[in-house]
């Protein structure tokens, strides 16, 4: 993987679920921190990030059309807090998340297939 420092942010390409699950697990076991790391910590932790930013906002347009670009970049940061901490807490249960994901996905296509929208043929 690819990293630039240009701004003081990392630049990644295509970085992986496994990746970013070693980097996270090496992170907090260098600052005794995995201990704190149970199921139930994260999922709290996960569930607290965006609900103080959308509390007060009212329905949110598409696009973030009305919010300034400290209010854009405040959900980045708190949307990648989310899925750091859905990724440790699917590590710490040990599971595989991006396999969990995509038989999700099959399962759902399976469950909601699609329909079509054309009208049925008259026989002609």
């Keep these: ?8 942010r990392l630049s990644t390409k295509g970085v992986s679920l496994q ?5 996270l697990s090496e992170f907090a076991s260098v ?7 149970s199921p139930r ?20 347009a598409r696009g973030l059309p009305n919010w300034t670009s400290d209010d854009k970049e405040h959900l980045e940061e708190e949307l990648s807090d989310v899925l750091l901490y859905l990724v440790q807490l699917a590590d710490v249960c040990g599971l ?3 396999q969990a994901a995509l038989s999700k996905m099959v399962k759902n296509a399976h469950k909601y297939p699609v329909v079509s929208s054309s009208p049925p043929s008259t026989g002609n």
Aim: charged fraction near 35%.
């Design 1 to 8: 993987m690819e990293h630039s420092h240009d701004d003081g």
């Design 19 to 23: 990746e970013l699950r070693d980097r």
């Design 31 to 37: 600052r005794g921190w995995d201990r704190f790391h």
């Design 41 to 60: 910590n994260l999922l709290l932790a996960l569930v607290g990030e965006l609900s103080e930013i959308f509390q007060w906002k009212g329905e949110v």
């Design 96 to 98: 595989d998340l991006g």
